[in-house]
C-alpha cells in the first residue's frame, strides 16, 4: 500500500489546541543522522565481509582459508553476517524514521511527532524542561536537549536532534520555559 506523502505542517496542525500559535517547526536532517550513525553502518559492512568470506572457501596464493567442517562452518560466520546485516539496516531504518519526525515550538509546549510505522506524538510541558542543553556545529545546526528523565543510573533524554539553527530555537525553548516557570 503507498503512503501519501508527508505534510509537515498539516501534521503539526492536527496536534494544536484551539488559540495554540506555532513559534517554530523543524525536522532533523537525514545526512545528520547518518553522519551520527556512521560507525555502526562501518561495523556492519565489516561484520558482513567478515562473515561472507568466512561462508566462502578461498584458495588461492594470496589467501587461503579452510572452511570448517559441519554445521559450526555455516552457523559462525553467519551470525557475523546477520549482525552486520541488521546494523546496517537498522541505520537505513534511523534514516528513513528521521525524514517522517517533525518538531514544533508553540506558546505552549513543544511537540516531537513521529509517523513512520505508526503515529505517535510526545508532548512536552513548559513545566517538565528542567535543562536546556545546546550542541552545536559548526554550521550552526546541532542538537537541543531541554528534558532528562533518570531511572536509577540511566537517563533519558528529550530533545530536538539535527535541526538548523539550534541557538535561534533553543531562546524559544528558554522563553517557554520561563512561562511554565511564572504560571506556577
Do not use: C
Not at 533519558?156 to 541557538?167: S, Y
Not at 524559544?172 to 520561563?178: F, S
Amino acid at each position: 500500500m503507498f503512503r501519501a506523502i508527508w505534510d509537515v505542517e498539516s501534521e503539526i496542525r492536527n496536534e494544536l489546541h484551539p488559540a495554540e500559535v506555532i513559534v517554530w517547526t523543524g525536522q532533523p536532517t537525514a545526512w545528520g543522522t547518518f553522519v551520527f550513525k556512521w560507525p555502526d553502518v562501518f561495523l556492519g559492512v565489516l561484520f558482513s565481509i567478515l562473515g561472507s568470506i568466512l561462508l566462502l572457501p578461498a584458495d588461492n596464493k594470496v589467501v587461503s582459508i579452510d572452511k570448517p567442517a559441519g554445521i559450526m562452518g555455516i552457523i559462525f560466520p553467519g551470525i557475523f553476517a546477520l549482525i552486520g546485516i541488521a546494523a546496517i539496516a537498522r541505520v537505513v531504518f534511523e534514516v528513513i524514521a528521521t525524514s517522517r519526525t517533525a518538531y514544533a515550538v508553540t506558546d505552549r509546549r513543544l511537540l516531537i511527532i513521529r509517523n513512520m510505522i505508526r503515529r505517535r506524538v510526545t508532548t512536552i510541558a513548559p513545566t517538565a524542561i528542567n535543562v536546556v542543553e545546546v550542541r552545536e556545529k559548526w554550521d550552526r545546526s546541532g542538537t537541543l536537549t531541554y528534558r532528562r528523565e533518570g531511572d536509577g543510573d540511566s537517563v533519558k533524554k528529550f530533545g530536538f536532534l539535527g535541526i538548523p539553527d539550534v541557538r535561534e530555537v533553543a531562546k524559544h525553548v528558554e522563553e517557554l520555559r520561563m512561562t511554565g516557570k511564572q504560571a506556577s
